[in-house]
C-alpha cells in the first residue's frame, strides 16, 4: 500500500470514530447522562440547616435507645419525652428527612400515644419525605405502621394487608413482617395466602415458633374441611 494510501485510510478511520464518538455523545446527552454525572461529582457545601437537623436526631435516637433498655416505667417516660422534643427539633429544620418523623413515631409509642405515632408514621411515609428512605427503611416503616394500625384495631383489610405486602416486597428480608402478613392474612381467612407468608417466614428464621405452629394449625384446618 502506497503511504498516501495509507494516510487517507488513517484520515477516514479517524473521522469514522469521530463521527461515531459525536453520536454516541449526543445520544447521552438526549438523555440527561452526562448532567447528572456532573450533578454528583459537583461539590456541595453542606446545608446548615440539615446538619443541625442530624445533630438532633442523632441526640433523639441515643435517648430513645436509652428509654427501651430501661426497666422503669417513669425513667422510660422521661428519655421518650426528650426524645420526642428532639425529634420535633430535627422536623422543624429539615421536614423532608422521614427519619426524624420515623424518630418522633417510636417517641411517641414509649409514651403510649399510638394514634399520634400513627401520624407520625403517615408523615415518613407521605410523598414529601418517603424520598429520603431506602427500600429497606421504608420497608420497616410500613411494617411498624401495620403493628400500630393492630393495635388502634384498624384491621381492615385494605389497609394492614396493603401495608404488610408492600413492607415484604421493599424488606423480603425481613422474617417478622411475613409472620405478620400471614398472621394477617389468616385473620382474614385468606388460608393459601398464609400459608405461603409463614413458609417465606420460616426459610428465612426455621426456628421461628409462631410460624411453625401456624403451619400445623392451617394445614389440620385445612384437612378437616376437606
Excluded at 433523639?60 to 430501661?70: D, K, T, V
Excluded at 417513669?74 to 418523623?101: F, G, N
Excluded at 411515609?125 to 420497616?140: K, Y
Excluded at 421461628?208 to 401456624?214: D, F, G, I, S, T
Aim: hydrophobic fraction near 45%.
Amino acid at each position: 500500500m502506497e503511504p498516501d494510501e495509507k494516510k487517507a485510510m488513517i484520515r477516514d478511520i479517524a473521522l469514522q470514530v469521530i463521527v461515531i464518538s459525536l453520536a454516541i455523545f449526543s445520544f447521552l446527552w438526549m438523555h440527561g447522562i452526562p448532567q447528572r454525572l456532573y450533578a454528583k461529582l459537583r461539590y456541595r457545601p453542606p446545608n446548615p440547616r440539615a446538619v443541625q437537623a442530624k445533630g438532633h436526631f442523632v441526640k433523639g435516637a441515643q435517648l430513645i435507645a436509652q428509654a427501651r433498655r430501661s426497666k422503669t416505667a417513669s425513667v422510660t417516660t422521661s428519655l421518650a419525652k426528650q426524645a420526642l422534643a428532639e425529634a420535633e427539633k430535627a422536623i422543624e429544620l429539615d421536614p423532608k428527612d422521614a427519619a426524624s418523623h420515623f424518630l418522633k413515631s417510636m417517641a411517641l409509642d414509649l409514651q403510649g400515644f399510638r394514634s399520634n405515632a400513627l401520624d407520625a408514621l403517615d408523615a415518613a411515609l407521605s410523598p414529601l419525605a418517603a424520598a429520603s428512605l431506602a427500600a429497606d427503611e421504608r420497608g420497616d416503616a410500613l411494617l411498624k405502621r401495620a403493628e400500630l394500625k393492630i393495635a388502634l384495631s384498624e384491621r381492615r383489610a385494605d389497609s394492614v394487608l396493603a401495608d404488610l405486602n408492600e413492607s415484604v416486597k421493599l424488606s423480603p428480608r425481613n422474617a417478622k413482617a411475613w409472620c405478620m402478613l400471614g398472621e394477617c392474612c389468616e385473620g382474614n381467612e385468606m388460608g393459601e395466602e398464609a400459608k405461603k407468608a409463614y413458609k417465606e417466614a420460616l426459610e428465612l428464621e426455621p426456628q421461628l415458633n409462631v410460624a411453625q405452629e401456624a403451619l400445623k394449625r392451617l394445614g389440620s384446618s385445612t384437612e378437616s374441611k376437606v
